[in-house]
């Protein structure tokens, strides 16, 4: 069984970065497309970035292209995402997954990501 488990999260301000980390346990994690989800408070959880397993292709939801990058470090079985420009509305619970549903691990605990002045 996989297990997630995320980092990196905190209080920003506006216009600032974090680096999301997620640490799978498993060999699978190598084997899959990976992508990062948001929970914004009141909201269901949605995905928001993709990459396939051997990085070769990347893909983000318009609210947040050009400003985060997702990687991954297969040989680590770490997910990352880069978040540059954050803005208020980045602020929510992230975490990381297999980018199919039929993939899907048990989710982590997730990583609480504040955008505040």
């Known amino acids: 069984q996989v297990q997630l488990v995320e980092s990196g999260g905190g209080l920003v301000q506006p216009g600032g970065s974090l680096r999301l980390s997620c640490s799978a346990s498993g060999s699978i994690f190598s084997i899959y497309a990976m992508g990062w989800y948001r929970q914004a408070p009141g909201n269901k959880r949605d995905l928001i970035a993709t990459i396939t397993s051997d990085s070769g292709s990347t893909s983000y939801v318009p609210s947040v292209k050009g400003r985060f990058t997702i990687s991954r470090d297969n040989a680590k079985n770490i997910l990352y995402l880069q978040m540059n420009g954050l803005k208020p509305e980045d602020t929510g619970v992230y975490y990381c997954?297999?980018?199919?549903?039929?993939?899907?691990?048990?989710w982590g605990q997730g990583t609480q990501v504040t955008v505040s002045s």
């Open positions: 997954n297999a980018a199919a549903a039929s993939r899907r691990a048990d």
